[in-house]
């Protein structure tokens, strides 16, 4: 098996339950062995021995951690990583609180091993923002403690000053949830005193190191550490410690945990003031009463120091120098010797540095808490003070050397005592392994009646002289008999010459070996006590952060009762821890410290053997080898293992021990592996378990295929069958979905049909009813007429009524035949002129009258009309014409002997077919002739006029001589722009032509004619027929006209004259261009 090939295969066995033969010297060569070997960690069960190696060993990489994680304890090399993994598992899966306890001399390596163990559990468990954050904030807390609370001592550069128990919280699922730190009494001594070759503690060394210049000048500090007082004015070096990185590290770690830049800067601030305070000097002077009192010697590093707090130097310095007491009732002031100066000096260092270390421990507390009401499973980490001896052994020793022994004293009773009265109990055969134990020890210190400490607390609360001398007779008194005790006193009675103990220490004969104590400054130490000058004088500074540390300085709050002692208030808290610890499943490691020289690798055997001896090793190994190496409950057992036997799996019925049998009856382990107990099930070795936990790995994961296979199965059938069950209802849907849309359409064509039917069947109706409707309104109206009729006939006689409008109608038709009679008889002349009519002979008629008047004149008209020979109507159209021309506005056209208008028209007046001489005009007028006339044509030179024959046809006017009836002048009509005639009756006119045609170049025609409207009117409308163009016609007033000759314009005046003609003008010239017209 690997497993024991692991643990057996070494030159040394890794468990040193297999070693064989057991002596003290193969012990001791075992784990000198494997030390060689760098195997530091040895295991006798399951707990770990660890041997420090003083270097760093590759065996912390990731991958180490990789290859523990979830590793069964006896499968893999014995180290820490196996235990902590072991423990984290016990309480993932098992539901069982742990706590780690690490134990060993000074500087064997706790420290080291609880960061271990820490930084395992946070590297396995899971992972996830909130987690890592958890996880960061635990395990930065340690640089912070660790620079507030470890020095250097002579045995450990990092030696831890303080007790540390951290509780870290999981919930269910194992991630971590955040945590709980508890202390245990700061060695504050070390504040004011250190030994030589010792330090103080490391934060004041990191920060003057570390603090940049602007934060030492803002803590008034001074780089060097000579500088300082409680320095010990030494250099402050450390071979292979960084206090500038450190010192960062510390900073960055209180950024981690969630402290605000301000509480970072109050912290350094108080940390700053307790190490000013060891630089106020104080020197003697005498007062007035000759009494010796202190004051400061140099003001500047108290006022510094005020500066920083925020307080009146005269505050602190009053507070510093003198001491209120009460005395009958009065509060008197008295001056303090230098002495007692410096000792409140120091008393105030001292307090204000372990408060404010508290302080840090609460305030990291509060980063990390779990918020109430969640679940939690906890793992504790104790990892406290080494054991220590020292040249000079004080207060603080015989402190932490009690807490060791009490923790020796757990380790005892779980391990060798307990573990065989449990054998005895539960009736396995059994043969006692002797062993040393150490409650005796433990008596004599805490007895709470007559312990060390008790007798302690006494002489410090006992009134009148009390010093250590007291308590020291009293301890000799007490303890004169007693087996771990020794002073001088009991040695002189026993006559024993011991020169290593003096007369001013008591020794105590620990499990660890003898230590020798000073009782110089126990019963101080012990009191604790602070001026309440100086806590008031604190409570009164303006620092928010130191005022909170000093509640009792309130002069509200004065409490003349006696805080309760150091060694009173440890003990309860080691009560309280050593209750909480046997609460929880134990973890053991066990350090040894190889060698005194911090050597790396050095085995010294004699060291060794002396703490394997103290830490009772031997008997350990003896109680595990004949012990049992497992033991369990019955029912957890078979709950655990169960799954082995097919006889217990899957439920047994039985009673648990009877199922535990069963099951390893068929398991077949050896008989003399196993031991049924009363109540447990003891298994010899680990091997066995080992087999026993392989087997059941295997069959877990069996079992676990097993529910795979089986719920995967499930779930496919599940969801199958839930598919199969959505499609039937899918298709079902479906199908009802189509079937209605079906019916629907049927029922719609089925509705139409119908409503076609219903319709036509409705519409024949209602026309068969209509026809007999109309049949029976016809046969109705039919029947009524002739009912009525008959009705009428019948009594036709009887009714009067309608014989007067009767009669006035049939009056009235009988006037209206009569005057229509009358008219068609008397009807007016036909004439189209003559308008007369008869008018109506009554009134009621007057407006037919008026009517048949108006249609009477259109249908004479009409009649005229028709009967008018073309000639004639050319003819009174262009009578028509003329009176659109000339009506009212030539006089010649109304008041001439003959009005123009009845005047004929005659066209001809030449008789040009008649006359032979004309004959060659003939030929030009042809067919074409409109007017032939004779005119005057007025000379334009002197006024005179010369007849001339005037021809107009359709296109052209010719003036002709009379005599030779020569065309002289042939106008064609288009050449023609304007006529000019005057308004009054003469027949005188100018022929106006365009300047641009042929004719118009001999000018104007000024022409007399006795047809002067005929002669216009047929000029202007044969031109409108010819050019569809109007000619205009200017009849002018007596203002005249121009007219244009070939020699120029010329002014044609017409003048009103009685002397002339009525139509004949004369023309007179007057002038070149000016011509008068006389007309009538
Ligand atoms: N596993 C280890 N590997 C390497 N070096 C170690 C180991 N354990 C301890 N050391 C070294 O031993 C020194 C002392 O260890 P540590 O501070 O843990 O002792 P301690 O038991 O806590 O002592 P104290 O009781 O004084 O606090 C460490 O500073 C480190 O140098
Ligand atoms: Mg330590």
Known sequence: MEATTSLLDAAAVGDLVLLDPLTEESLLHTLQERFRHSDIYTYIGNVVISVNPYQSLPIYTPEKVQEYHNCNFFAVKPHIYAIADDAYRSLRDRDRDQCILITGESGAGKTEASKLVMSYVAAVCSKGEEVDKVKEQ??????VLEAFGNAKTIRNDNSSRFGKYMDVEFDFKGEPLGGVISNYLLEKSRIVRHVKGERNFHIFYQLLAGGSAQLLQQLKLHQDCRHYGYLNRESSGLPGMDDAANFRAMQDAMRVIGFSPAEVTALLEVTAVVLKLGNVQLSSSFQASGMEACSIAETQELQEICQLIGLDPSILEQALCSRTVKARDEMVRTTLSVPQGYYGRDALAKNIYSRLFDWLVNRINTSIQVKPGKQRKVMGVLDIYGFEIFQDNGFEQFIINYCNEKLQQIFILMTLKEEQEEYIREGIQWTPVEFFDNSIICNLIEN???????????????????????FLTKLNQLFATHKHYESKETQNAQHVMDASLPSQCFRIHHYAGKVTYNVTGFIEKNNDLLFRDLSQAMWASQHALLHSLFPEGDPQKVSLKLPPTASFQFKASVATLMKNLYSKNPNYIRCIKPNETKTAMLFTPELVLAQIRYLGLMENVRVRRA?????????????????????????????????????LADLAFPPEELAFGHTKIFIRS??????????RQERVAELATLIQKIFRGWRCRTQYQLMRKSQIIISAWFRGHMEKNKYKQMKRSALIIQAYARGWKSRRLLRELKSQCHRHTAATTIAAYWRGYKARRAYRRYFRSGASTRLANFIYRRLVQKFLVGLARNLPPLLVLDRTWPPAPYKFLADANQELRSIFYRWKCKKYREQLTPQR?????????????FKDKKALYSISPVPSLQQPFQGEYLGLTQNPKYQKLHAVAKDKLVMADTVRKVNRANGKAVPRLLLLTTEHLVLADPKAAQPKTVLSLGDIHSISVTRFSDGFLALHLK???????????LLISDHLIELVTRLHQTLMDATAQALPLHITDQYGFSTRFPKGAMAITVVESDKVGS??????KRGS????????
Request: aromatic share 8%; charged share 25%; hydrophobic share 35%.
């Open 1073 to 1080: 261009n000016k011509m008068e017209v006389l007309v009538h």
């Open 1063 to 1068: 139509n004949i003008p004369v023309c007179k």
């Open 686 to 695: 680990p091997r066995t378990l080992f087999d026993l936990e392989r087997r």
């Open 138 to 143: 635990l395990l930065q807390s340690n640089p």
């Open 627 to 663: 012990g049992y190496a497992f033991r369990q409950l019955y029912d957890s057992f078979l709950e655990r293992y169960k799954m082995l036997s097919p006889r217990t799996w899957p439920r047994w019925t039985g009673s648990h021990r009877e199922g535990t049998e069963v099951l």
């Open 448 to 470: 709470s009646k007559c312990g060390i400490l008790a007798m302690l607390d006494e002489e410090c609360l006992r009134p009148g002289v009390v010093n250590e001398d007291t």
């Open 995 to 1005: 300047e641009t045609s042929t004719g118009g170049a001999k000018g104007d025609f």
């Open 873 to 885: 109507r050319a003819l009174l159209q262009a009578k028509l014409h003329a009176s659109e021309l």
